[in-house]
């Protein structure tokens, strides 16, 4: 029975969870409301609470499970390449690939981000890690078969990746330029970044 119980409790915060996802691709973190997103998932106004402490707690957690669903789509892209440079441009692709698919959600994402309060900032990042650890893993790899430059620190490189991804993608947003395709913008990332860590 208890084990019954703990399988509903995390089905319906899985569904708060959506239906929380939803509500900030639609109307932005600033304006989304807590009763919506209760009603959204098909329960009482304040069953929010009962699992999230505050909106800011269910954005990263929303913003965890975008992550959890980006890395294993990474994962399995990869998965089958040996060349480490390659499986970083594929990464980069998948990325891409996500945002597109999913760029409601993911300016959600990237300009909560951006703009979380400093004392909060911390946790926002700790959400967005997991797609991150793959690509500092990758270069890892690389700088051990010789293909990636080992004067470079990997996770400070992976969060230039990060940082030249987000911004791009707000730049495109915020100008509303659609002429820069994001197969184009995983193109130029490929062509600026992974091409500037390999060994020479």
């Known amino acids: 029975m208890c084990a019954l119980r703990q399988k509903k409790k ?14 900030f691709a639609e109307v932005g973190y600033a304006r989304a409301n807590i009763s919506r997103i209760s009603e959204k998932a098909d329960y009482a106004a304040g069953t929010v609470y009962n699992y999230f402490r ?17 890395t294993e789509q990474i994962q399995e892209e990869i998965a089958e390449i040996s060349d480490p440079v390659e499986k970083a441009k594929r990464a980069i692709q998948v990325d891409f690939e996500f945002m597109e698919r999913n760029e409601a959600l993911s300016k959600v994402i990237i300009r909560e981000g951006f703009a979380a309060d400093p004392k909060r900032q911390k946790e926002i990042l700790v959400a967005l890690a997991p797609a991150s650890e793959i ?27 990060d940082g030249m991804v987000a911004y791009i993608l707000l730049a495109r947003w915020a100008l509303e330029d659609e002429k820069m395709t994001y197969q184009e913008m995983s193109d130029l990332m490929i062509k600026c970044f992974v091409e500037g860590v390999l060994a020479k």
Do not use: C, N
Request: avoid cysteine; charge should be negative; charged fraction near 30%.
């Open 10 to 23: 995390e089905l319906t915060k899985q569904r708060l969870i959506e239906a929380a996802a939803t509500e």
């Open 54 to 70: 505050s909106k800011h707690e269910l954005l990263v957690a929303v913003l965890s499970r975008a992550m959890e669903m980006l």
């Open 135 to 161: 690509f500092v893993q990758i270069l890892e790899e690389g700088k051990r078969e010789g293909l990636i430059r080992s004067d470079i620190d990997s996770v400070w490189a992976t969060v230039l990746a």
